[in-house]
């Protein structure tokens, strides 16, 4: 079983930035392939990046160039970094990790409003 606990959610006006964090639990993370995901109202669950036990990336076409997914196998963390945001970047984001199963994070909010 693997617990997920993320931060950095909140409000910030077009053009911010803001940084997602999430905690993961387990002594394996190393191997844990970690994602970001994130759902807007009406909409279905889409992915935002992705990143590999051997540090591969990929990200939605949407947020290429913007968003910059990384972890950290000392501290069990991994990050989102997302610049240039725009309102159509709001949403609840969810942090995943594929192990033996997959898991979610209860979600943050991200609200991009002048």
């Known amino acids: 079983q693997v617990q997920l606990v993320e931060s950095g959610g909140g409000l910030v006006q077009p053009g911010g930035s803001l940084r997602l964090s999430c905690a993961a639990s387990?002594?394996?993370?190393?191997?844990?392939?970690m994602g970001w995901y994130r759902q807007a109202p009406g909409k279905q669950r889409e992915l935002v990046a992705q990143?590999?036990?051997?540090?591969?990336?990929n990200y939605a076409d949407s947020v290429k160039g913007r968003f910059t997914i990384s972890r950290d196998n000392a501290k069990n963390m991994v990050y989102l970094q997302m610049n240039s945001l725009k309102p159509e970047d709001t949403a609840v984001y969810y942090c995943?990790?594929?192990?033996?199963?997959?898991?979610w994070g209860q979600g943050t909010q991200v609200t991009v409003s002048s």
């Open positions: 387990g002594s394996s993370f190393r191997v844990y392939v």
């Open positions: 995943n990790c594929k192990y033996d199963n997959s898991y």
């Open positions: 990143i590999t036990s051997g540090g591969t990336t």
